[in-house]
């Protein structure tokens, strides 16, 4: 149960933190929509080739009203990134020393990068309230869910 509710806490503050830039068409991202909308087709070779992935919403664009195209493109690059993020000490780092190897566009990667910030800042300022929160692990399980 403890489980859920770390989860759930988490995606909320990935869901949140994905807001992006509307003058610079930075995806809206929704990490939670992502992992429980299906797809109607595979995107195991496009998550985890090398294909230059770049996605642009229009502002304030909707998880349900995306294309299974952009759907799908939005998972194989949460698929790549999260790959690189680990949890220690309660906080997620991205172990990734150079982003081009992603092969996402800046744009992408700098939501996601956002989103990670914002969710250990939302970890520490519970911890600093008393209500500290456990913060999951990026599991496999998770990240296959992404695929499908």
């Known amino acids: 149960m403890n489980k859920i509710v770390f989860l759930s806490i988490f995606l909320w503050s990935v869901i949140a933190s994905c807001s992006?830039?509307?003058?610079?068409?930075?995806p809206v991202v929704n990490l939670e929509a992502l992992h429980a909308i299906p797809l109607d087709h595979s995107i195991d070779q496009l998550a985890?080739?090398?294909?230059?992935?770049?996605?642009?919403?229009p502002p304030n664009a909707r998880i349900d009203q995306l294309s299974q195209e952009e759907l799908g493109k939005?998972?194989?690059?949460?698929?790549?990134f999260y790959q690189h993020v680990t949890l220690e000490d309660n906080q997620y780092r991205?172990?990734?020393k150079s982003p081009e190897v992603l092969h996402l566009?800046?744009?992408v990667?700098?939501?996601?990068e956002q989103a990670i910030s914002n969710t250990n800042?939302?970890?520490?300022?519970?911890?600093?309230?008393?209500?500290?929160?456990?913060?999951?692990?990026?599991?496999?399980?998770?990240l296959n869910n992404l695929l499908k």
């Open 74 to 80: 939005l998972k194989a690059a949460a698929y790549r």
């Open 109 to 112: 990667v700098k939501a996601y």
């Open 121 to 142: 800042h939302f970890a520490d300022s519970m911890a600093k309230a008393g209500q500290a929160i456990q913060l999951p692990p990026v599991s496999e399980q998770y």
């Open 94 to 96: 991205i172990n990734l």
């Open 48 to 57: 985890k080739d090398t294909t230059f992935i770049d996605v642009t919403l």
């Open 20 to 26: 992006g830039d509307e003058d610079k068409g930075i």
């Open 105 to 107: 566009s800046d744009q």
